[in-house]
C-alpha cells in the first residue's frame, strides 16, 4: 500500500497538483488522500471505499485506477499471515483446562456418590 500512495503522490507533485486541489475534484477529503500517499491504514474508511478512493484518485491524476486497484488487491493477497502460536503453547493453556474439567467433574461425582449413598 505505500509504494502505491508514493506512487500516486509523485505522480501528483510531478503534475504539480496540490492535495487541496485534487481532494476538490476527486471530492475525497484531504485526510484520506494523505493516509493514501503515506500507507497509513488507521485513519482509511473500509476497504470498499478505499478501493474507490484509488480508483477515483488514479484517473483523477490521468492514471488507470483499475491498475492501482488491481495492485492493491494484489498486494493485500500477498501479506503475510499471521503468526501461529508456538509449539505447545495452545496446547499447555488446553490440557490444564481440561484437568481443571475432569476433576471438578470426578469431585462432583464423589460428592453425589456419598450424598446418595448416605440419603438411601
Same mark, same amino acid.
Given at each position: 500500500?505505500?509504494?502505491?500512495?508514493?506512487?500516486?503522490?509523485?505522480?501528483?507533485?510531478?503534475?504539480?497538483?496540490?492535495?487541496?486541489?485534487?481532494?476538490?475534484?476527486?471530492?475525497?477529503?484531504?485526510?484520506? !488522500?494523505?493516509?493514501?500517499?503515506?500507507?497509513?491504514?488507521?485513519? !482509511?474508511?473500509?476497504?470498499?471505499?478505499?478501493?474507490?478512493?484509488?480508483?477515483?484518485?488514479?484517473?483523477?491524476?490521468?492514471?488507470?485506477?483499475?491498475?492501482?486497484?488491481?495492485?492493491?488487491?494484489?498486494?493485500?493477497?500477498?501479506?503475510?499471515?499471521?503468526?501461529?502460536?508456538?509449539?505447545?503453547?495452545?496446547?499447555?493453556?488446553?490440557?490444564?483446562? !481440561?484437568?481443571?474439567?475432569?476433576?471438578?467433574?470426578?469431585?462432583?461425582?464423589?460428592?453425589?456418590? !456419598?450424598?446418595?449413598?448416605?440419603?438411601?
Amino acid at each position: 500500500m505505500k509504494q502505491i500512495g508514493k506512487e500516486l503522490k509523485e505522480v501528483r507533485e510531478e503534475k504539480g497538483i496540490s492535495l487541496e486541489e485534487i481532494s476538490e475534484k476527486t471530492k475525497i477529503q484531504p485526510r484520506f !488522500l494523505k493516509a493514501i500517499e503515506s500507507g497509513n491504514w488507521r485513519e !482509511l474508511p473500509e476497504e470498499v471505499y478505499l478501493r474507490g478512493f484509488l480508483r477515483t484518485y488514479a484517473d483523477a491524476l490521468g492514471l488507470d485506477g483499475k491498475d492501482f486497484v488491481e495492485s492493491y488487491n494484489m498486494s493485500r493477497t500477498q501479506e503475510v499471515p499471521p503468526s501461529l502460536p508456538e509449539e505447545g503453547e495452545d496446547e499447555d493453556s488446553g490440557r490444564f483446562l !481440561l484437568l481443571i474439567i475432569i476433576v471438578v467433574l470426578v469431585g462432583l461425582g464423589v460428592i453425589g456418590f !456419598l450424598v446418595w449413598h448416605f440419603l438411601f
